[in-house]
Nanobody, 121 residues
Framework: VQLQASGGGLVQAGDSLRLSCTVS????????LSWFRQAPGNEREFVAA????????YYADPVKGRFTISRDSAKNTVYLQMNGLKPEDTAVYYC???????????????WGQGTLVTVSS
């Protein structure tokens, strides 16, 4: 499985961005696709996940109500729509694939390269 993340950039507080994670080498049918982020000096943390198997979505508390994870099966792509961005959302965002919903990044062994999101105040 190969993952390709894109869509990061520099925005102002309150703006929106949509990140994309395109999956190749596998369909999304039996995967959990998750987004993590890592700010400078911080541990990598869970942001959101989508389970194709159950159709469920999961969010970390800091992003609930602002971020939405969705998928386009035809494009084998998972999106992270980020609204109401805050400076504390600044981080490198990574997508990861796994068989089960997990919030610990050590439980994932398939990762895309990161995409940088910078939110200015």
């Amino acid at each position: 499985v190969q993952l390709q993340a894109s869509g990061g950039g520099l925005v102002q507080a309150g703006d929106s961005l949509r990140l994309s994670c395109t999956v190749s080498g596998s369909t999304l049918s039996n995967l959990v696709l998750s987004w993590f982020r890592q700010a400078p000096g911080n541990e990598r943390e869970f942001v959101a996940a989508f389970s194709r198997r159950s159709g469920n979505t999961y969010y970390a508390d800091p992003v609930k109500g602002r971020f939405t994870i969705s998928r386009d099966s035809a494009k084998n792509t998972v999106y992270l729509q980020m609204n109401g961005l805050k400076p504390e959302d600044t981080a490198v965002y990574y997508c990861a694939a796994g068989r089960w919903y997990k919030v610990d990044p050590s439980d994932y062994d398939q990762w895309g390269q990161g995409t940088l999101v910078t939110v200015s105040s």
